[in-house]
């Protein structure tokens, strides 16, 4: 277990990935020619938000009160040598893992929310206004909304809130107002409600009544993932893991994280990647939802009603039905731009884990190191061990991240 003091180990600047990629990014595209999703964004995300999503500096500066803000959320996280884990599977090299289930809402979003938020907040707007679907997101929303004095809304998936009791009644503690999307708050859900007043609802609809209302009532809207900002946000993490491991005097052969979006990944991995040293960096997957396996590398909808622009990315379609797994967080079809190329040019492999594997995954890493993590980070527990057992006696370094706990996920083990 690493710590040194926190100023040492948050670092001053954010990495942005764009300058270090072998290629361009292929632009972001309109949907139709008669309406800008570009111009859209212009209208509802925060300015500079905006301007980091298009930039091309490789440090971003952490304003002092961001900086601030993370060590009173948690930051910086531990890094912890899994030694019980080490022993159990009997493996002779080192096993360490990033706990970002250790800031006070329980996963890595709360890392872009609060910037986000900020940004925001400097520009005197009403409020802030998302949508969530497992409530992780909604949750990092809530809470960075209220530490700079503004309302939030949130629009969770019909489902969900039926479903998540826990995570709204959180979003509702932090001072979000939470609707069952879809709602009767928006023009956009009312006609839907209009067509099934049962409607179970989904992340498409949800995004859309978040950008009608942030529209209507002069609100931003955040995004949780994907973005380029959003990664160079995620990049704490990495900048941290290497600092971190640095005091111990260590480097990782391998690098092991899960992907929905690609956000906690990507910030992750990408701070080693200038480095350019020799490291395995694996990007776990659902086997439910085979992004890179089965997935093409296409311009593709960010979101399933087109409001967003499109952007070229790995991806199995705005129209895929994801099964209902438990990782909520990794049923998005697409990834990242910059992850996508990556991955395309081969400096990123990819793994898949599915339910049964994941649950396998979650009990060991509960049973050796007492964290019950969440069913998402069970993926990059998963695709580690196996990686482990395929190099026991190579003697590797292994690094993980580790992007949330469980707590609030216990129903994966609803049959046990
Ligand atoms: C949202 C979420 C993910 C997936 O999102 P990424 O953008 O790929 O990081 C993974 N783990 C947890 C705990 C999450 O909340």
């Known amino acids: 277990m690493i710590t040194s003091q926190a100023e040492d180990v948050i670092p001053d600047s954010w990495y942005n990935i764009v300058p270090d990629l072998p290629e361009q990014l292929a632009p972001p595209r309109d949907n139709t020619e008669d309406f800008s999703s570009i111009e859209l964004l212009n209208r509802i995300i925060p300015k500079e938000v905006l301007r980091q999503e298009f930039t091309f500096k490789k440090f971003q500066k952490i304003p002092e009160e961001v900086a601030e803000a993370y060590r009173q959320i948690g930051r910086p996280t531990p890094l912890v040598r899994a030694r019980n884990l080490e022993k159990f599977l009997g493996y002779k090299g080192k096993i360490f893992f990033k706990y970002e289930g250790a800031t006070v809402t329980g996963s890595h979003k709360i890392n872009t929310a609060i910037p986000q ?111 380029n900002s959003v990664l160079t946000h995620q990049s704490i993490i990495g900048l941290e893991t290497k600092k971190q491991l640095e005091v111990l005097g260590e480097y990782p052969d391998a690098l092991i994280g899960c992907v929905g979006g690609g956000s906690n990944f990507g910030g992750f991995t990408y701070p080693f990647i200038p480095d350019s040293r020799e490291i395995d960096m694996i990007a776990s997957t659902a086997s439910e939802v085979p992004k890179f396996g089965k997935g093409e590398f296409k311009y593709d909808l960010l979101d399933t009603a087109g409001i967003l622009p499109s952007m070229k990315m790995y991806s199995l379609g705005a129209d895929f039905v994801p099964p209902p797994i438990y990782a909520g967080g990794l049923r998005y079809h697409a990834a990242a731009p910059s992850l996508s190329l990556l991955m395309q040019k081969g400096k990123i492999k990819h793994d898949e884990a599915d339910e049964p594997a994941v649950k396998d995954a979650l009990r060991v890493f509960s049973k050796t190191q007492g964290i019950v993590a969440a069913p998402e980070s069970g993926h990059a527990i998963a695709s580690a061990i196996k990686y482990a057992k395929e190099s026991s006696n190579s003697g590797k370094t292994i690094v993980l991240n580790v992007s949330g706990h469980g707590l609030l996920d216990l129903s994966i083990f609803k049959d046990d």
């Open 117 to 227: 938020a900020y940004y925001a907040a400097q520009e005197g707007v009403n409020g802030i206004v998302t949508e969530t679907g497992a409530g992780q997101w909604g949750t990092a929303t809530a809470l960075a909304s209220s530490l700079y004095g503004m309302p939030s809304k949130v629009f969770m998936v019909g489902i969900s809130y039926r479903q998540k009791p826990l995570r709204k009644k959180i979003m509702g503690i932090y001072g979000a107002q939470v609707f069952a999307s879809p709602s009767s708050e928006t023009k956009f859900g009312r006609e839907m409600l209009g067509k099934d007043p049962d409607h179970p609802g989904s992340l498409g609809i949800a995004i859309s009544e978040a950008v009608e209302y942030a529209l209507e009532n002069d609100y931003r809207y955040l995004l949780g993932s994907v973005m």
